[in-house]
């Protein structure tokens, strides 16, 4: 695309940097920012600068936050002694938009990946033990991706925390709702028919 | 969507108003940032933000532009004598990426449409008027929107710019490259059946 402004073409460039972000869509959103008034887009750019400068990651459980503790963590309503393992800050908000959930979280920053590089030391795992520990936590729920890495870590983790008492859950899998039955794959099938449930706590 | 930031809250708020970009998109645009290096981000920011304040219109031809005058109106290997009539930048740039035409333009900044209170008065056809003397046009093409804004524009201007010799052109309409005849709606293929071309330029 030859632009006939270099400034023009500096921010398609930076917005096409973007993912899912191609070059006639960068070029759309820069048109639009070029319409609006020059302290909307001020605003715009501040407001992303700011928020990458000033984030952190909240020392207990590695949610992002503006303290040193997230909102998650210090809220005096959340149930103590159950924490959920995720795998990104993504998962929280997914899990915290469903609002079924009202324990606490621990992000891993990932899971234990050989082959990408990724062991356990590059995780939050050792913070995670200390937690339970410390918090006196009574149940660890796994929301982890079903896939081998996914696994790799529950099992990892399940080896550290040996803890008594300390209950192991993992988030449901199963056939998706609105998920056609003859097209799931047997795996999910074969899972969701051996850990069936009683029709009465599906129905609640 | 309930964050636990507000800093990332705000930053997603933005993101969102843009066109075609939800909030769903937006979370995930400003999770990609986080994982950016600061500095990286800073210089998105900058450079948007010195994008909206620093980029000019061209005095000439209302073009984007780093100076008073763009660089197509300066090239000097630009055929003078034909400008080419567009509605907005965007049109510009497309025409540009074809590599097809040589020539000026001219950007009304929208079209004729008294439905949305945009008379001759808000678009530069003025401008146009006067250009078209001093700078000896000899051809004026319409590139707008094959609509009845459009055709109304094109028969203002027509209307304005009554210089002997003038030649007023459009760019051809008719079916598209890979569209199909059996879909194609009645206007166009009539159109297209009464515009026809020897088979030579065609294939040329």
């Not at 070059?23 to 407001?47: G, I, M, P």
């Not at 008492?165 to 998706?176: K, P, Q």
């Not at 069936?196 to 609640?204: A, E, F, G, K």
Request: net charge neutral.
């Amino acid at each position: 695309m030859n632009l006939s402004s270099h400034l023009l073409e500096a921010a398609v460039k930076e917005f096409s940097k973007l993912p899912g972000i191609g070059k006639k869509t960068a070029l759309r959103l820069v048109l639009h920012l070029l319409k609006q008034e020059q302290t909307e887009v001020a605003n715009f750019s501040d407001t992303i600068s700011r928020m990458r400068k000033e984030i952190k990651f909240c020392k207990n459980c590695f949610n992002i936050s503006d303290q040193e503790r997230c909102t998650i963590c210090t809220q005096a309503s959340r149930k103590r002694g159950i924490v959920c393992v995720v795998e990104s800050i993504r998962d929280v908000i997914a899990i915290e938009s469903t609002e079924q959930y009202n324990g606490l979280y621990h992000v891993l920053n990932g899971v234990i990946s050989p082959l990408d590089g990724i062991g356990p030391d590059q995780l939050t795992i050792e913070s995670l033990t200390s937690r339970v520990v410390e918090e006196d936590i009574k149940e660890v729920v796994f929301a982890l991706s079903p896939t081998i890495q996914g696994d790799t870590t529950i099992y990892y983790i399940r080896k550290k925390l040996n803890k008594p008492d300390l209950r192991f859950t993992t988030i449901a899998r199963g056939i998706s709702f609105g998920g056609e039955l003859e097209y799931a794959d047997e795996m999910t099938l074969a899972k969701s028919i051996r850990n069936r449930l009683p029709v009465d706590s599906y129905i609640q």
